[in-house]
């Protein structure tokens, strides 16, 4: 391969566009899809016109595919038993209309890949080729794309040549293979109205999304639909894994109605708050769920000995200041991230403890670094005051286990969090000098709540987080008329620190959530104060440092 050197020339072919009118909008084309190490060699038809279908047949209709855009199913056509027979599905976006996004094509998007130029083409001596280049690593393995158009042609779109994969499956990198599909005739311009044979249903017969035939899913592994290519990246970036093709199917469909949610709420005027994708986007329901882990304890409760306070307003209304944002004074520690594990209970905890520690060490001295507390210590231990790590928990049993326990223990004596449950290994030489509890303080309502956060510090609060909305928060105030504000609607533990005045979303609450940095604005949310939405103000609490 001739490669591009020195720094100035690597730059421009980076650089370089892909060529013009690429890929088509509507082409036909024929060729080979090769399966070196398989000694397979399949010949292979496809179709395409972005705005109405596709068709992608291999050894002359014997295993074929057929898109329709209008219908928005897919139509699978094989042999079983020695007859034809077809399978609809939807596409794997979903059931709405196909998009050409979720169109199989035959050739790739360059947009990716770096231009290397001029090569010889593969198994030719005398012709040349122009050669693109995609190099990815996923789950830690490498793979190569290689794409090859006919050099010198005066065509336009130019003619393609050949497109090769040597690598580990992009998709789940499950496997070392090599797939080479050979171009032998190319036009741009299509006859197929892609309408399927009177054999396949008109409705879905298959409402899973059916694993595609062997050929099918080789040819997916080479060229994934954009729909797959977007999938991939956002798995990715978060570093997901999965099992088998079966699971990356359940969690593309997962995605992609997740986009479609995304969409439309960032399309509705009346919502104050933009959506993105992030991390949370192939979490299955009862995922979800297993990361809202307030529980509250009646049992328990009623056998706690830890003095309980109500809060003394300080201040009224009206005195207050109009902005608070105790992370402008240290009194915050660094987001985290509690995983799929009904820990965030401990997390409000230690970040409520954390906050009184800071600013109770920094009263009258110089500025000092926040002491950061072990969510871990409270999972693992606090199992006699009635939480179940996990499976759930709430805040004042964490305090009464604080308190009975003599203190608790910093993140760097205890070890980290697990995102799982373990045996209690507390030792006293964990506990820091004035991180005691002597009782905590329950307050309700947006006033108190307010003094609170001005005059006391980080607030812990419990919300309902059960909406979809909740999840795919980015930016903006935060308001869902159908978010539950009362005891029972109460299922995540956060942490107050601090509230505002958003001129598009009015009043809000500022929130710190322990879903990762990717959650919201950096691991925070703006919560609107309008009618005590989501129970900000239900049932809010804080520790009394001893």
């Not at 690429?22 to 179709?47: C, L, Q, R």
């Not at 855009?69 to 939807?90: P, R, Y």
């Not at 199989?104 to 001029?118: K, Q, V």
């Not at 088998?244 to 969409?263: C, G, P, S, T, V």
Request: glycine fraction near 8%; hydrophobic fraction near 35%.
């Amino acid at each position: 391969m001739l490669r591009v050197v020195g720094v100035l020339a690597v730059l421009a072919a980076v650089a370089k566009a892909q060529p013009a009118n690429w890929p088509p909008e509507k082409y036909t084309v024929s060729g080979t899809f090769n399966m070196p190490y398989g000694n397979i060699s399949a010949p292979i038809h496809v179709e395409y016109d972005s705005a109405v279908g596709s068709l992608r047949s291999f050894y002359n209709g014997l295993d074929m595919t057929i898109q329709n855009s209008a219908l928005g199913f897919n139509f699978d056509i094989s042999v079983q038993n020695n007859k034809e027979v077809c399978d609809t599905t939807h596409a794997s976006g979903g059931p709405a209309l196909l998009s050409n996004e979720s169109l199989w094509s035959a050739f790739p998007d360059l947009s990716d890949y770096t231009h290397e130029g001029a090569v010889p083409c593969p198994d030719s001596l005398h012709k040349q080729c122009d050669l693109w280049v995609n190099v990815y690593t996923v789950c830690g393995k490498t793979g190569t794309y290689k794409f090859y158009f006919e050099s010198g042609a005066s065509s336009n779109p130019p003619t393609p040549y050949q497109f090769s994969w040597l690598g580990y499956d992009r998709l789940i990198g499950s496997h070392f293979d090599h797939y080479i599909f050979r171009y032998k005739s190319f036009q741009a311009s299509v006859s197929n109205s892609f309408n399927p044979p009177t054999i396949c249903p008109k409705s879905v017969t298959n409402d899973a999304d059916q694993l595609e035939s062997g050929m099918g899913l080789a040819m997916a592994t080479l060229l994934p639909t954009q729909d797959e290519q977007r999938f991939a990246k956002f798995a990715d970036k978060h570093d997901k894994k999965y099992a088998d093709r079966a699971e990356f199917k359940k969690r593309q469909a997962i995605f992609h109605a997740n986009e479609a949610l995304i969409a439309r709420l960032n399309a509705d005027p009346k919502v104050t708050h933009t959506s993105a994708m992030n991390h949370l986007g192939d979490l299955t329901e009862e995922e979800r769920k297993m990361m809202r882990g307030f529980r509250p304890n009646p049992a328990a409760q009623a056998k706690m000995t830890i003095p309980v306070q109500e809060h003394k307003v300080r201040q009224n209304l009206e005195a207050l200041p109009t902005f608070v944002d105790w992370r402008e004074q240290g009194a915050v520690s660094p987001v985290k991230d509690q995983g799929i594990c009904g820990s965030c209970w401990a997390f409000s905890s230690t970040e409520a403890i954390e906050g009184q520690h800071f600013l109770k060490k920094t009263a009258g001295t110089p500025k000092v670094d926040m002491l950061e507390f072990s969510e871990q210590n409270l999972m693992d231990c606090s199992w006699p005051q009635g939480n179940n790590a996990c499976d759930g928990g709430e805040q004042n049993l964490a305090f009464q286990y604080v308190l009975d326990n003599g203190g608790l223990a910093t993140e760097h004596s205890y070890g980290p969090y697990l995102m799982q449950n373990d045996y209690c290994h507390f030792k006293r030489a964990g506990v820091i000098n004035g991180a005691q509890l002597s009782s905590y303080v329950n307050l309700t309502g947006e006033a108190a709540l307010m003094d609170a956060i001005a005059n006391v510090g980080p607030i812990s609060i419990s919300i309902d987080a059960s909406l979809k909305t909740f999840d795919f928060y980015q930016s903006g105030v935060y308001y869902d008329p159908a978010c539950g504000s009362a005891p029972d609607d109460l299922d995540h533990a956060v942490l107050a620190v601090g509230y505002g005045t958003d001129p598009v979303g009015g009043d809000f609450w500022l929130v710190k959530n322990s879903w990762s940095v990717y959650y919201g604005e950096w691991g925070y949310v703006k919560m609107s104060r309008k009618n005590n939405d989501c129970g900000v103000s239900t049932s809010p609490l804080y520790p009394v440092l001893a």
